[in-house]
């Protein structure tokens, strides 16, 4: 059983940074993982995903070259660096592992984390 458990959220003027981290109980190897958001009343989105063998992390371009995907296979912990916050970045965060299947789309994902909150206020 995978059991992945996120940390980290909170609240943040734009401009700041945080650092959320999800943590996996329950053997997955060295799939895949991702992190999603969802804002109310719109469609869970892809942020990030990594391959723990290798190659390029994958990024939505909202986010690339603020946000950092990584993840230590050792602490079975994945982590995304958040900077640069905007007001649009605000939404549920949410882990997700073990990919078939185009990484941008949330119903190729296995397994699912509960969410952390990211609030970014102006």
């Known amino acids: 059983q995978v059991l992945l458990v996120e940390s980290g959220g909170g609240s943040v003027q734009a401009g700041g940074s945080l650092r959320v981290s999800c943590s996996n109980s329950?053997?997955?190897?060295?799939?895949?993982m991702g992190w999603f958001r969802q804002a109310p009343g719109k469609e869970r989105e892809g942020v990030a995903a990594?391959?723990?063998?290798?190659?390029?992390?994958a990024y939505a371009d909202s986010v690339k070259g603020r946000f950092t995907i990584s993840r230590d296979v050792a602490k079975a912990t994945l982590y995304l660096q958040m900077n640069s916050l905007k007001p649009e970045d605000s939404a549920m965060y949410y882990c997700?592992?073990?990919?078939?299947?185009?990484?941008?789309?949330?119903?190729?994902?296995?397994?699912w984390g509960q969410g952390t909150q990211v609030t970014v206020s102006s």
């Open positions: 997700a592992a073990v990919l078939s299947g185009s990484w941008r789309e949330w119903t190729n994902w296995r397994y």
């Open positions: 329950g053997y997955i190897g060295r799939k895949w």
């Open positions: 990594i391959w723990a063998g290798g190659g390029s992390p």
